[in-house]
T-cell receptor, first 116, second 112 residues
């Protein structure tokens, strides 16, 4: 069965600090997809990134970076030089290929507070 | 492209009443999903469609919940005989073959 664990319920940082959000997943599939979504205070979930299980290359997009390590079943998300606008709830998610990549399950989320 | 649209945005109902939510996905997306989210939790999978076919329904979903997607376009989620425990945000999302979910703003249900 697939499972996503985000152990950090809330994180509070001061603007310009770096912050890492942890995500650990469980799956029996060898082919799967991992995602991060952002839910700002306005409420609408927004897609950030998708990785497939065969691509462990880390990715950087501006101040955002993602570290995927199959050996530890982790897909962590780092925000560099955080800004107040980064305040949101961040969800890690997993889709297994045996479901055709259809069913996506989410972790409980990490609420990030960035203080000015 | 107007994104995923859900309505009503907010529904207040009395226990025992039936409610129906509608979702209009992004037009070129053939996959449509329903999730439920309660305060402080992540979205909980309810069901999904590929075109008009409902391919999976969560085992956690009682028989009071039913979803349809006639003609593979918009979808409806109906909850019969609502209970207070049904109070939540009901999220609809659509996707294409790459799997990223595009969410609507959600329909908040309050059962009194």
């Amino acid at each position: 069965a697939q499972k996503v664990t985000q152990a950090q319920t809330e994180i509070s940082v001061v603007e310009k600090e770096d912050v890492t959000l942890d995500c650990v997943y469980e799956t029996r599939d060898t082919t799967y997809y991992l995602f991060w979504y952002k839910q700002p205070p306005s409420g609408e979930l927004v897609f950030l990134i998708r990785r497939n299980s065969f691509d462990e290359q880390n990715e950087i997009s501006g101040r955002y970076s993602w570290n995927f390590q199959k050996s530890t079943s982790s897909f962590n998300f780092t925000i560099t030089a955080s800004q107040v606008v980064d305040s949101a709830v961040y969800f890690c998610a997993l889709s297994e290929a045996n479901t055709g990549g259809f069913k996506t399950i989410f972790g409980a989320g990490t609420r990030l507070f960035v203080k000015a | 492209d107007t994104g995923v649209s859900q309505n009503p945005r907010h529904k207040i109902t009395k226990r025992g009443q039936n409610v129906t939510f509608r979702c209009d996905p992004i037009s070129e997306h053939n996959r449509l999903y329903w999730y439920r989210q309660t305060l402080g939790q992540g979205p909980e999978f309810l069901t999904y469609f590929q075109n008009e076919a409902q391919l999976e329904k969560s085992r956690l979903l009682s028989d009071r919940f039913s979803a349809e997607r006639p003609k593979g376009s918009f979808s409806t989620l109906e909850i019969q005989r609502t209970e207070q425990g049904d109070s939540a945000m009901y999220l609809c999302a659509s996707s294409n073959f790459t799997g990223e979910l595009f969410f609507g703003e959600g329909s908040r249900l309050t059962v009194l």
